[in-house]
Protein backbone atom coordinates (compact mmCIF):
# COMPACT_ATOMS: atom_id res chain seq x y z
CA UNK A 1 0.00 0.00 0.00
CA UNK A 2 1.26 3.29 -0.83
CA UNK A 3 2.05 5.71 1.63
CA UNK A 4 0.47 9.43 0.65
CA UNK A 5 3.63 10.78 0.32
CA UNK A 6 4.08 7.75 -2.41
CA UNK A 7 0.84 8.89 -4.05
CA UNK A 8 2.21 12.30 -4.65
CA UNK A 9 5.43 11.38 -5.84
CA UNK A 10 3.46 9.21 -8.21
CA UNK A 11 1.57 12.14 -9.36
CA UNK A 12 4.62 14.29 -9.77
CA UNK A 13 6.50 11.48 -12.01
CA UNK A 14 7.14 13.28 -15.76
CA UNK A 15 5.25 11.74 -18.53
CA UNK A 16 6.72 10.10 -21.05
CA UNK A 17 9.78 11.89 -22.64
CA UNK A 18 11.06 11.67 -26.24
CA UNK A 19 14.47 11.85 -26.59
CA UNK A 20 13.94 14.81 -28.71
CA UNK A 21 14.19 18.72 -27.19
CA UNK A 22 13.92 19.55 -23.26
CA UNK A 23 10.29 20.51 -22.73
CA UNK A 24 9.17 24.31 -23.80
CA UNK A 25 8.35 26.62 -20.95
CA UNK A 26 4.61 25.22 -20.66
CA UNK A 27 5.43 21.67 -20.32
CA UNK A 28 4.03 21.39 -17.22
CA UNK A 29 0.26 19.21 -17.48
CA UNK A 30 -1.49 16.16 -18.02
CA UNK A 31 -4.78 14.42 -18.14
CA UNK A 32 -6.82 11.80 -16.46
CA UNK A 33 -9.93 10.25 -14.34
CA UNK A 34 -11.65 8.88 -10.75
CA UNK A 35 -15.55 9.03 -10.27
CA UNK A 36 -17.10 8.24 -7.14
CA UNK A 37 -17.15 11.63 -5.80
CA UNK A 38 -18.05 13.53 -8.97
CA UNK A 39 -21.66 12.73 -9.25
CA UNK A 40 -24.64 13.38 -6.97
CA UNK A 41 -19.26 50.32 -30.30
CA UNK A 42 -18.06 51.00 -33.57
CA UNK A 43 -15.44 49.04 -35.03
CA UNK A 44 -12.27 52.03 -34.47
CA UNK A 45 -9.09 51.69 -35.53
CA UNK A 46 -6.51 51.70 -33.26
CA UNK A 47 -3.58 49.67 -34.95
CA UNK A 48 -2.27 46.66 -34.44
CA UNK A 49 -0.96 45.87 -30.86
CA UNK A 50 2.07 44.62 -31.32
CA UNK A 51 2.90 40.72 -30.19
CA UNK A 52 6.07 41.93 -28.01
CA UNK A 53 4.08 43.51 -25.53
CA UNK A 54 5.65 44.44 -22.56
CA UNK A 55 5.39 41.79 -19.92
CA UNK A 56 5.84 43.50 -17.00
CA UNK A 57 3.42 43.34 -14.18
CA UNK A 58 -0.04 44.10 -15.03
CA UNK A 59 -2.83 44.98 -12.64
CA UNK A 60 -5.07 41.36 -12.81
CA UNK A 61 -9.00 42.95 -13.08
CA UNK A 62 -8.93 42.41 -9.34
CA UNK A 63 -5.73 42.12 -7.79
CA UNK A 64 -6.88 41.47 -4.38
CA UNK A 65 -7.37 37.40 -4.83
CA UNK A 66 -4.20 37.25 -6.67
CA UNK A 67 -5.63 34.84 -8.65
CA UNK A 68 -4.90 34.30 -12.69
CA UNK A 69 -7.08 36.12 -14.45
CA UNK A 70 -8.47 33.84 -17.46
CA UNK A 71 -10.77 35.09 -20.72
CA UNK A 72 -13.63 33.47 -22.55
CA UNK A 73 -13.26 34.72 -25.84
CA UNK A 74 -16.10 34.83 -28.38
CA UNK A 75 -19.60 33.41 -28.55
CA UNK A 76 -22.11 34.08 -25.57
CA UNK A 77 -24.79 31.31 -26.50
CA UNK A 78 -28.19 30.14 -25.06
CA UNK A 79 -28.63 26.69 -25.10
CA UNK A 80 -31.91 26.23 -25.86
CA UNK A 81 -32.05 22.15 -24.49
CA UNK A 82 -35.17 19.80 -24.26
CA UNK A 83 -35.51 20.38 -20.03
CA UNK A 84 -35.08 24.51 -20.84
CA UNK A 85 -32.60 26.89 -21.60
CA UNK A 86 -29.03 27.10 -20.55
CA UNK A 87 -26.17 29.32 -20.95
CA UNK A 88 -23.76 28.41 -23.11
CA UNK A 89 -20.64 29.29 -25.81
CA UNK A 90 -17.50 27.77 -25.35
CA UNK A 91 -15.48 30.45 -24.22
CA UNK A 92 -18.27 31.51 -21.89
CA UNK A 93 -18.40 27.99 -20.76
CA UNK A 94 -14.52 27.98 -20.20
CA UNK A 95 -14.63 31.35 -18.25
CA UNK A 96 -17.45 30.37 -16.00
CA UNK A 97 -15.52 27.18 -14.94
CA UNK A 98 -12.32 29.11 -14.82
CA UNK A 99 -14.04 30.86 -11.77
CA UNK A 100 -15.42 27.39 -10.33
CA UNK A 101 -12.14 26.27 -9.85
CA UNK A 102 -11.00 29.30 -7.93
CA UNK A 103 -9.97 31.92 -10.98
CA UNK A 104 -10.52 35.72 -11.60
CA UNK A 105 -12.78 35.17 -14.96
CA UNK A 106 -14.14 37.50 -17.74
CA UNK A 107 -16.56 36.75 -20.80
CA UNK A 108 -15.68 39.03 -23.97
CA UNK A 109 -18.50 39.03 -25.60
CA UNK A 110 -21.58 40.71 -26.80
CA UNK A 111 -25.25 40.13 -26.79
CA UNK A 112 -28.30 42.03 -27.66
CA UNK A 113 -30.23 44.94 -25.69
CA UNK A 114 -32.98 41.71 -25.03
CA UNK A 115 -34.33 39.82 -22.18
CA UNK A 116 -31.71 37.06 -23.09
CA UNK A 117 -29.10 39.24 -23.15
CA UNK A 118 -29.80 40.93 -19.96
CA UNK A 119 -30.36 37.14 -18.37
CA UNK A 120 -27.29 36.01 -19.64
CA UNK A 121 -25.65 38.91 -17.96
CA UNK A 122 -27.19 38.62 -14.70
CA UNK A 123 -26.30 35.20 -14.92
CA UNK A 124 -22.49 35.51 -15.29
CA UNK A 125 -22.99 37.95 -12.23
CA UNK A 126 -24.44 35.30 -9.82
CA UNK A 127 -21.27 32.73 -10.87
CA UNK A 128 -18.84 35.84 -9.93
CA UNK A 129 -18.16 36.15 -13.53
CA UNK A 130 -17.00 39.52 -15.15
CA UNK A 131 -19.51 41.25 -17.40
CA UNK A 132 -17.44 44.32 -17.56
CA UNK A 133 -16.00 43.17 -21.06
CA UNK A 134 -19.78 42.26 -22.56
CA UNK A 135 -20.78 44.90 -25.37
CA UNK A 136 -24.31 45.79 -26.29
CA UNK A 137 -25.66 45.52 -29.54
CA UNK A 138 -29.00 47.09 -30.23
CA UNK A 139 -29.16 45.83 -33.33
CA UNK A 140 -28.71 42.56 -33.25
CA UNK A 141 -30.01 39.57 -31.30
CA UNK A 142 -28.15 37.78 -27.97
CA UNK A 143 -27.54 34.09 -29.29
CA UNK A 144 -29.17 31.29 -29.01
CA UNK A 145 -28.56 27.54 -30.50
CA UNK A 146 -31.57 24.52 -30.72
CA UNK A 147 -29.86 21.42 -29.09
CA UNK A 148 -30.73 17.98 -29.34
CA UNK A 149 -29.57 15.30 -27.71
CA UNK A 150 -29.64 11.67 -28.93
CA UNK A 151 -29.24 8.47 -26.86
CA UNK A 152 -25.75 8.81 -25.74
CA UNK A 153 -25.99 12.45 -24.59
CA UNK A 154 -24.71 13.71 -27.55
CA UNK A 155 -25.11 16.88 -28.39
CA UNK A 156 -26.49 17.87 -32.44
CA UNK A 157 -26.53 22.26 -32.56
CA UNK A 158 -29.03 23.80 -34.59
CA UNK A 159 -26.63 27.86 -34.62
CA UNK A 160 -28.96 30.90 -34.86
CA UNK A 161 -27.17 33.10 -37.70
CA UNK A 162 -26.06 37.01 -37.40
CA UNK A 163 -26.30 36.81 -33.41
CA UNK A 164 -24.58 39.99 -31.51
CA UNK A 165 -21.26 38.14 -31.03
CA UNK A 166 -21.14 38.29 -34.54
CA UNK A 167 -19.88 42.02 -34.04
CA UNK A 168 -17.37 41.74 -31.32
CA UNK A 169 -15.78 45.16 -31.87
CA UNK A 170 -12.36 45.97 -30.98
CA UNK A 171 -12.37 48.67 -28.04
CA UNK A 172 -10.22 49.98 -25.22
CA UNK A 173 -11.81 48.01 -22.96
CA UNK A 174 -10.80 44.90 -24.96
CA UNK A 175 -6.87 45.92 -25.39
CA UNK A 176 -6.93 46.35 -21.30
CA UNK A 177 -8.47 42.72 -21.08
CA UNK A 178 -5.76 41.25 -23.09
CA UNK A 179 -2.72 42.42 -21.41
CA UNK A 180 -4.04 41.48 -18.18
CA UNK A 181 -5.07 38.52 -18.98
CA UNK A 182 -3.08 35.14 -18.55
CA UNK A 183 -4.83 32.95 -20.27
CA UNK A 184 -7.69 33.18 -23.13
CA UNK A 185 -9.91 30.70 -25.01
CA UNK A 186 -11.25 30.68 -28.36
CA UNK A 187 -12.19 28.92 -31.39
CA UNK A 188 -13.29 28.67 -34.61
CA UNK A 189 -17.57 29.46 -34.07
CA UNK A 190 -16.29 32.95 -32.73
CA UNK A 191 -14.68 33.46 -35.93
CA UNK A 192 -17.62 33.45 -38.07
CA UNK A 193 -18.17 36.76 -38.82
CA UNK A 194 -15.40 39.20 -39.84
CA UNK A 195 -15.07 41.50 -37.88
CA UNK A 196 -15.73 38.92 -34.93
CA UNK A 197 -12.67 37.20 -35.95
CA UNK A 198 -10.59 40.33 -36.49
CA UNK A 199 -11.48 41.36 -33.00
CA UNK A 200 -10.65 37.67 -31.50
CA UNK A 201 -7.07 37.79 -34.00
CA UNK A 202 -6.24 41.61 -32.54
CA UNK A 203 -6.87 40.23 -28.80
CA UNK A 204 -5.03 37.43 -28.96
CA UNK A 205 -1.74 39.76 -30.83
CA UNK A 206 -2.25 41.64 -27.70
CA UNK A 207 -1.70 39.44 -25.35
CA UNK A 208 1.25 39.43 -22.88
CA UNK A 209 3.84 37.04 -24.27
CA UNK A 210 3.87 34.71 -21.43
CA UNK A 211 -0.05 34.35 -21.60
CA UNK A 212 -1.63 30.95 -22.45
CA UNK A 213 -3.20 31.57 -25.56
CA UNK A 214 -5.76 28.01 -26.22
CA UNK A 215 -7.37 26.97 -29.19
CA UNK A 216 -10.35 25.09 -28.93
CA UNK A 217 -10.76 24.01 -31.92
CA UNK A 218 -14.42 22.79 -31.63
CA UNK A 219 -15.48 22.05 -35.26
CA UNK A 220 -19.02 21.31 -34.96
CA UNK A 221 -20.37 23.71 -37.45
CA UNK A 222 -19.48 24.80 -40.85
CA UNK A 223 -18.04 27.92 -40.29
CA UNK A 224 -14.10 27.35 -40.77
CA UNK A 225 -11.49 27.07 -43.15
CA UNK A 226 -7.95 25.77 -43.82
CA UNK A 227 -6.71 29.47 -43.43
CA UNK A 228 -8.69 30.33 -40.27
CA UNK A 229 -7.41 27.08 -38.65
CA UNK A 230 -3.64 27.64 -39.94
CA UNK A 231 -4.29 31.72 -37.91
CA UNK A 232 -5.63 30.07 -35.29
CA UNK A 233 -2.81 27.44 -34.57
CA UNK A 234 -0.23 30.38 -35.74
CA UNK A 235 -1.29 32.50 -32.44
CA UNK A 236 -1.93 29.66 -29.92
CA UNK A 237 0.52 27.70 -27.93
CA UNK A 238 -2.43 24.94 -26.45
CA UNK A 239 -4.59 23.48 -28.58
CA UNK A 240 -7.08 21.32 -27.66
CA UNK A 241 -9.34 18.88 -29.91
CA UNK A 242 -10.93 15.80 -30.44
CA UNK A 243 -10.46 12.28 -32.17
CA UNK A 244 -12.79 13.64 -34.89
CA UNK A 245 -11.58 17.22 -35.15
CA UNK A 246 -7.87 15.47 -35.38
CA UNK A 247 -8.91 14.04 -38.92
CA UNK A 248 -10.94 17.15 -40.32
CA UNK A 249 -7.37 18.89 -39.39
CA UNK A 250 -4.47 16.04 -40.80
CA UNK A 251 -7.14 16.42 -44.18
CA UNK A 252 -7.16 20.11 -44.73
CA UNK A 253 -3.63 20.89 -43.31
CA UNK A 254 -2.39 17.86 -44.93
CA UNK A 255 -0.19 16.45 -41.63
CA UNK A 256 0.90 12.65 -42.77
CA UNK A 257 -1.62 10.50 -41.88
CA UNK A 258 0.19 8.58 -38.52
CA UNK A 259 -1.03 7.90 -34.91
CA UNK A 260 -2.63 10.80 -32.52
CA UNK A 261 0.61 11.19 -30.95
CA UNK A 262 2.59 11.62 -33.88
CA UNK A 263 -0.12 13.45 -35.48
CA UNK A 264 -0.02 15.64 -32.35
CA UNK A 265 3.50 16.24 -32.71
CA UNK A 266 3.67 17.29 -36.34
CA UNK A 267 1.27 20.14 -34.89
CA UNK A 268 3.72 20.95 -32.15
CA UNK A 269 6.88 21.26 -34.55
CA UNK A 270 4.88 23.39 -37.10
CA UNK A 271 3.11 25.78 -35.16
CA UNK A 272 5.66 26.01 -32.41
CA UNK A 273 3.28 24.85 -29.73
CA UNK A 274 3.59 24.15 -25.77
CA UNK A 275 0.70 21.51 -25.68
CA UNK A 276 -1.55 19.43 -27.85
CA UNK A 277 -4.29 17.57 -25.62
CA UNK A 278 -6.77 15.31 -27.93
CA UNK A 279 -10.23 14.45 -25.86
CA UNK A 280 -11.56 10.67 -26.25
CA UNK A 281 -15.04 11.15 -24.73
CA UNK A 282 -15.60 8.67 -22.02
CA UNK A 283 -12.01 6.74 -22.80
CA UNK A 284 -9.84 9.48 -21.31
CA UNK A 285 -7.37 11.96 -23.21
CA UNK A 286 -3.88 12.28 -24.71
CA UNK A 287 -1.44 15.33 -23.93
CA UNK A 288 1.46 15.82 -25.98
CA UNK A 289 4.32 18.14 -25.20
CA UNK A 290 7.59 18.63 -26.91
CA UNK A 291 8.95 16.57 -24.34
CA UNK A 292 6.22 14.14 -22.47
CA UNK A 293 2.86 12.70 -23.17
CA UNK A 294 0.32 11.42 -20.88
CA UNK A 295 -2.46 9.66 -21.77
CA UNK A 296 -5.49 9.03 -19.80
CA UNK A 297 -8.48 6.34 -19.86
CA UNK A 298 -11.07 7.88 -18.99
CA UNK A 299 -13.67 8.16 -15.86
CA UNK A 300 -17.19 6.28 -15.75
CA UNK A 301 -19.51 8.78 -15.01
CA UNK A 302 -23.80 8.11 -15.91
CA UNK A 303 -23.92 11.05 -18.60
CA UNK A 304 -26.38 13.84 -18.44
CA UNK A 305 -25.32 15.10 -21.34
CA UNK A 306 -21.69 16.19 -22.86
CA UNK A 307 -22.53 19.81 -23.11
CA UNK A 308 -19.46 21.41 -22.16
CA UNK A 309 -17.40 18.78 -20.55
CA UNK A 310 -14.83 19.90 -23.68
CA UNK A 311 -14.89 23.09 -21.73
CA UNK A 312 -14.52 22.09 -17.89
CA UNK A 313 -11.49 19.76 -19.17
CA UNK A 314 -9.53 23.01 -21.00
CA UNK A 315 -10.52 24.97 -18.11
CA UNK A 316 -9.48 22.39 -15.51
CA UNK A 317 -5.46 21.95 -17.69
CA UNK A 318 -5.18 26.08 -17.77
CA UNK A 319 -5.61 26.50 -13.99
CA UNK A 320 -3.51 23.38 -13.55
CA UNK A 321 -0.69 24.87 -16.32
CA UNK A 322 -0.88 28.07 -14.76
CA UNK A 323 0.20 26.65 -11.57
CA UNK A 324 2.62 25.01 -12.91
CA UNK A 325 1.35 21.31 -12.21
CA UNK A 326 3.11 18.00 -13.00
CA UNK A 327 1.86 16.87 -16.01
CA UNK A 328 -0.41 13.67 -14.37
CA UNK A 329 -1.66 16.15 -11.78
CA UNK A 330 -3.20 18.43 -14.91
CA UNK A 331 -4.34 15.26 -16.73
CA UNK A 332 -6.57 13.85 -13.52
CA UNK A 333 -8.18 17.62 -12.33
CA UNK A 334 -9.14 17.90 -16.31
CA UNK A 335 -10.53 14.44 -16.69
CA UNK A 336 -12.54 14.94 -13.37
CA UNK A 337 -13.95 17.56 -14.05
CA UNK A 338 -14.61 17.13 -17.42
CA UNK A 339 -16.33 14.07 -16.59
CA UNK A 340 -18.58 16.13 -13.51
CA UNK A 341 -19.91 18.36 -16.04
CA UNK A 342 -21.41 15.28 -18.24
CA UNK A 343 -23.42 14.54 -15.23
CA UNK A 344 -24.81 17.78 -15.48
CA UNK A 345 -27.31 18.97 -17.35
CA UNK A 346 -25.45 21.92 -19.59
CA UNK A 347 -22.71 23.62 -19.31
CA UNK A 348 -23.31 26.25 -16.91
CA UNK A 349 -25.10 24.36 -13.92
CA UNK A 350 -26.12 25.20 -10.94
CA UNK A 351 -24.12 23.88 -8.09
CA UNK A 352 -24.38 24.35 -3.88
CA UNK A 353 -21.62 25.36 -1.77
CA UNK A 354 -21.12 21.67 -0.60
CA UNK A 355 -21.00 20.30 -4.37
CA UNK A 356 -18.82 22.99 -5.31
CA UNK A 357 -16.45 22.15 -1.92
CA UNK A 358 -16.02 18.70 -3.14
CA UNK A 359 -14.95 19.15 -6.29
CA UNK A 360 -12.39 21.97 -5.53
CA UNK A 361 -11.10 19.88 -2.74
CA UNK A 362 -10.81 16.89 -4.81
CA UNK A 363 -8.49 19.27 -7.69
CA UNK A 364 -6.53 20.53 -5.28
CA UNK A 365 -5.37 17.80 -3.01
CA UNK A 366 -1.92 16.66 -4.81
CA UNK A 367 -1.87 13.51 -3.01
CA UNK A 368 -4.25 11.47 -5.04
CA UNK A 369 -2.97 9.30 -7.13
CA UNK A 370 -4.88 8.88 -10.59
CA UNK A 371 -7.45 6.57 -10.82
CA UNK A 372 -7.94 6.51 -14.46
CA UNK A 373 -4.77 4.43 -15.23
CA UNK A 374 -2.92 7.45 -16.60
CA UNK A 375 0.13 6.65 -18.54
CA UNK A 376 3.33 9.54 -18.17
CA UNK A 377 6.04 8.95 -20.77
CA UNK A 378 8.93 10.92 -20.41
Known sequence: MKTR?????QLAAPCEADDRDAPREADRHTVPREAD??????????????????????????????????????????????????????????????RL????????????????????????????VSTKYLQIDREHPTGTVGVRLDER???????????????????????ELALKADAVCFGTLGQRAVRARRTIIRFLEATRPGALRIFDVNLRHSFFDAEMLERSLQLANVVK?????LSILRGMLRLAPDTEEKMARQLLD?????????TRGERGSLLVTAGATCEHGGIPVQVKDTIGAGDAFIAALAHYHLRRAPLPLISEAANRTGAWIATQSGATP????????????????INIAPAGGATTTT
Open 5 to 9: DQKAD
Open 37 to 98: QLATPRETDQGDMPREADDRAVPRETDRSGAPLLVGLGELIWDFLPGGRQLGGAPTNFACMS
Open 101 to 128: LGNESAVASRIGADDLGAEASARLAALR
Open 153 to 175: GEANFALNENSAWDYLEWTNALA
Open 241 to 245: LNQPE
Open 270 to 278: LFKLDMVAI
Open 350 to 365: SVDAQALKRILRDLDE
